[in-house]
């Protein structure tokens, strides 16, 4: 490699233009990373990895290339199409095709999206893009504004690039090492250094990021979809692991730089599977997915008639051990860590918890060594998860995953996991990952209810059969409920609405409203039906939607009396019933229906309407469905 410049030339701090009255001010993101080395046109490979990255964040994006012994910066604020349209622009007054570069899709929470704040962030001899936190980038700022280096954003990653920069003695390698030895945070970065233009760098810490390989070309991406149109072979880097990547060869280090092979896994999933397939939104294809997905997530661990979580393990042994269990997610996947807790509590009879993860790391949990900690994530990157996973991992609890994404952090970091087999899930809004998410609890209940002899084989049978009826009864949940996009027509123009619901309606419920507000904006709360008069009856108002959930048959009279204090106060309800049970057109304005079966395991179908309600009351709003508001697919930071 010809290094033209001297080792004097190359520490000079470089003087960049300063940004009057620039604030200080750290850049969490959540964004996508794409790399590319090899013949195609490095352009065209990271526009489209980036696009099939789009939902981890979309509020600017930007592109490093090497070109003409220099690195091109090209990036905007907004969405992909402003990067498209500058460089066409580019292309038009003359960039080549370039054949290594790396791309961003930013979606930010501090710093606003602008030109300036957006990565690639880079000096003249090195450009990176960055997924994470640099937690001390004040006191490294100082430093090198000491030396001279003045800044133009408001971003960390812009402090990381020139503290790189100022390690750099034209051996890449050793300025990232001397770099990030310096850094408290967490990254993935993908790294061009101008004097090795056929090369890419990255480095992962706590970020995710795989490598891909491809014949004669490779390929750096923050997740599998993004490279899934030219390989599916790809390797997960593990923590502190540093990456050369050429068009020929792929070498990883560790983070004691040691060169090591890291383990080639082949995706199955499909490039249709992350495509749209003919649907106007991702949202509404994943959740016509949903028996597919639940199939393949259920049918390979019921061998002739039997569950087998397939997990050695989780022997038995292991879970005689086991005295209680606690259930740790975020946001849906905390709504079905709620259904769990019934069914588990139900089946096993051992007591169950459900935390939020972003509280049970600050409240001491009596978590120990008698604890089954089972954390559930669809990406498997979600920064609050991995720390509550982490936090009662040290305390001694067995960890077990319930997880979408294979070789993700949350995979590794447990005991054992059991994959939910969703595929790729691209909108936003989780679907097809919550009802996969339930099947694998109930699963996990049946299989340990049977082995801890808490139920007989009648009921057994009885639950195994209804386990294998789940996909068919989301098709028929799906079938059940055409003139949802009716009833969406009807009531997309309130201003709030109430969902409310009794047992595992209610932790449906949660849900429901969920999806409802995310990708509707319509605000929206879901409430133990019995809990409503004791303060929230207050916002009940004339003409107000409250959609009450009623597929507890158990339970059926006692919504009723909930529904009819509500309609007192003026509200209009939507009832959701069992499919056949009439009961509910005496009580209710609408009606949605969701199939019978065993009423531990409704939550799966009942929520099916309510995901096509949401879609279709957000469709009807003209909202942007796949790709919410203020919204990132994964929440890599706390
Ligand atoms: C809502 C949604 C989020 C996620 C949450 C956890 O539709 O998608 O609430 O469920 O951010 O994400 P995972 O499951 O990836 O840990």
């Avoid at 001899?125 to 960055?130: G, L, P």
């Avoid at 319509?522 to 009623?550: F, M, N, P, Q, W």
């Amino acid at each position: 490699m010809n290094i033209e410049k001297n080792r004097a030339a190359l520490r000079r701090p470089r003087k960049l233009a300063a940004r009057p009255g620039g604030r200080l001010e750290r850049c969490l993101l959540m964004c996508g990373i794409v790399g590319y080395v090899g013949a195609r046109c490095a352009q065209n490979v990271l526009l489209d990895g980036l696009t099939k990255l789009e939902y981890r964040g979309y509020d600017s994006a930007g592109l490093a290339l090497s070109v003409g012994g220099g690195i091109r910066v090209i990036k905007s604020k907004g969405r992909l199409t402003a990067l498209r349209a500058r460089l066409e622009e580019a292309t038009a007054a003359g960039l080549p095709a370039a054949h290594c570069g790396i791309g961003h899709t930013r979606w930010a929470t501090h710093g606003e999206p602008s030109d300036v704040n957006s990565h690639p962030h880079s000096t003249p001899y090195v450009s990176i893009v960055h997924n994470g936190i640099i937690e001390n980038y004040g006191a490294l700022k100082a430093v090198l504004e000491a030396k001279g280096y003045t800044f133009v954003s408001e971003t960390d990653t812009e402090v990381l690039v020139k503290l790189i920069d100022s390690c750099y003695y034209g051996e890449p390698l050793r300025a990232l090492t001397q770099a990030l030895a310096r850094v408290r945070g967490s990254y993935a970065l993908a790294v061009l250094f101008r004097d090795w233009p056929d090369t890419l760098f990255a480095v992962r810490r706590e970020s995710p990021l795989i490598v891909g390989y491809g014949e004669g070309e490779n390929f750096l991406a923050s997740d599998i979809p993004a490279i899934l149109r030219y390989t599916r072979r790809y390797s997960v880097l593990e923590e502190g692991d540093m990456v050369v990547c050429k068009a020929g060869s792929v070498q990883i280090y560790d983070e004691f730089g040691r060169a090591v092979q890291r383990e080639k896994l082949t995706a199955d999933w499909d490039i249709e599977a992350a495509e749209k397939g003919g649907y106007p939104h991702f949202m509404l294809k994943e959740i016509n997915e949903q028996p597919a997905a639940i199939t393949a997530t259920v049918s390979p661990r019921v061998e002739d008639g039997l569950p087998d979580l397939r997990i050695p393990e989780l022997n038995d042994q292991r879970l005689a051990s086991i005295k209680r269990v606690h259930l740790v997610a975020c946001g849906t996947a905390m709504h079905a860590g709620m259904v769990g807790k019934y069914v588990i509590e139900s089946l096993c009879r051992v007591p169950v918890e459900v935390d939020l993860a972003s509280e049970l790391r600050y409240r001491d949990p009596i978590v120990g060594e008698d604890t089954l900690l089972i954390v559930v994530s669809q990406s498997g990157e979600t920064a609050d998860t991995i720390a509550a996973l982490r936090e009662c991992k040290a305390r001694g609890a067995y960890v077990l995953a319930i997880v979408n994404v294979v070789g993700s952090t949350i995979a590794r970091l447990a005991d054992c996991a059991l994959y939910t087999h969703a595929g790729p899930e691209i909108a936003v809004a989780t679907t097809k990952g919550y009802t996969t998410q339930l099947s694998a609890l109930y699963l996990f209940a049946v299989w340990a209810a049977e082995k801890l002899g808490r139920i007989d084989e009648m009921r057994y049978n009885e639950l195994v059969a209804e386990l294998s009826a789940l996909p068919a009864r989301i098709q028929r949940a799906i079938d059940l409920n055409l003139h949802v996009k009716y009833l969406a027509g009807r009531w997309h123009a309130q201003r709030a609405m109430f969902f409310i619901g009794r047992n595992i309606d209610y932790a449906a419920a949660l849900e429901g409203s969920l999806k409802l507000k995310e990708i509707s904006y319509i605000h929206s709360e879901a409430y133990a039906a019995g809990e409503l008069k004791h303060g929230t009856i207050a916002l009940i108002d004339e003409g107000r939607l409250v959609v009450a959930l009623c597929c507890q048959t158990a339970l059926f009279e006692k919504m009723v009396g909930n529904i009819q204090e509500v309609k007192a106060r003026g509200a209009k309800v939507l009832g959701l019933a069992p499919e056949g049970d009439r009961r509910i057109f005496a009580e209710a304005d609408d009606v949605l229906f969701a199939p019978g079966g065993e009423p531990l395991f409704a939550a799966a179908p009942e929520i099916v309407p309510l995901q096509l309600f949401a879609y279709y009351v957000a469709r009807e709003n003209g909202c942007d469905i796949d790709k919410p508001r203020n919204l990132a697919k994964s929440v890599t930071v706390e």
